[in-house]
């Protein structure tokens, strides 16, 4: 049986490329972005602490029996600060992230 002979060929033939119809994939949706916007008021709540002293003047008449007698005074002072949470402070803004 004989070979076929293919005769050398030259620059290859392109034949018009096909356009077929765009295709759409679904929508890729990023999630999103939440902000907080804080807004502040300040108010002013005024305390009253009412005090009243009431000064007693007492006359004092000692009856010298000789028996000695001495006194001691003591003055005694409480108090307590409570810190129901932490002062504003208006040169410090809260950041955002």
């Known amino acids: 049986m004989q070979a076929q ?3 050398p060929q030259g620059c290859p033939q392109y034949c018009p490329p096909q356009v ?3 295709q759409y994939d679904p929508p890729l949706v990023s999630p999103g ?3 907080v916007k ?3 008021f300040n108010k002013v709540v005024t305390h009253l602490h009412p005090s009243h ?3 007693v003047n007492k006359q004092m008449i ?3 029996h000789y028996f000695p007698h001495t006194e ?3 003055n005694e002072c409480c108090e307590t600060h ?3 949470g932490v002062p504003y402070n208006p040169c410090c803004p809260p950041r955002p992230f």
Request: overall charge neutral; charged content about 0%.
């Open 20 to 22: 077929f119809p765009a």
């Open 38 to 40: 804080t807004n502040i």
């Open 53 to 55: 002293t009431t000064t």
């Open 5 to 7: 002979y293919f005769p």
């Open 82 to 84: 409570t810190m129901c």
């Open 72 to 74: 001691s005074c003591v």
């Open 33 to 35: 972005q939440q902000y």
């Open 62 to 64: 000692n009856h010298q």
